[in-house]
């Protein structure tokens, strides 16, 4: 079955860009998605088809695929970023998502 | 406005089969495009897609669970429906309805499911 790997938990300083990671077997040939999940709520989309934000998601948010990585962009990352972060492709028939990514900003 | 919202049982007993209704609103099921998806999340875990059924009825389910699971739909009522046989501790985890397809872009507030003897 197809795997999406992400790095468990990443650090950066207020004002930092944050890059979060996605790996998984071409992935560059899929469309990637992004959520973004804080504590005891529901997951929110925050990007889709790779680079497209959805309507409220700060301008600060970004993304790219290619390869076999997908990669979340934070530029200006701030206090209220703080989540984890969960990757997510689409593949044979079924939505497959990474194991999630924890972001903390200090 | 988009609302969607998960009903069922809070606590089952190992074997039992396990029912969720995800009633929504806002949009239609009927509509090129439109799915909606159960994923769930175990305490502290990831998210994990269980099944899907879309516009045309069609429905997808994880590779892993396929045995397990059923997704069915009324789209007079707005509702999409889980069944989940042979429950186990395991299975403990909050189940999310969310509408989408290929991307999910609005979410439940999720149910916590519970089983035990």
Redesign the interface.
Known sequence: SYELTQPPSLSVSPGQTASISCSGDKLGDKYACWYQQKPGQSPVLVMYEDDKRPSGIPERFSGSNSGNTATLTISGTQAMDEADYYCQAWDSNTAVFGGGTKLTVL | QITLKESGPTLLKPTQTLTLTCTFSGFSLTTSGVGV?W?RQPPGK????LA?IDWNNVQ?????LRNRLTITRDTSKNQVVLTMTNMDPVDRATY?C?RG?????S????TLVTVSS
């Open positions: 998806g994923i990831a998210l994990e897609c899907l997808y389910y994880s590779p892993s999310y969310a397809v290929r991307y999910f872009d979410w439940g507030q999720g």
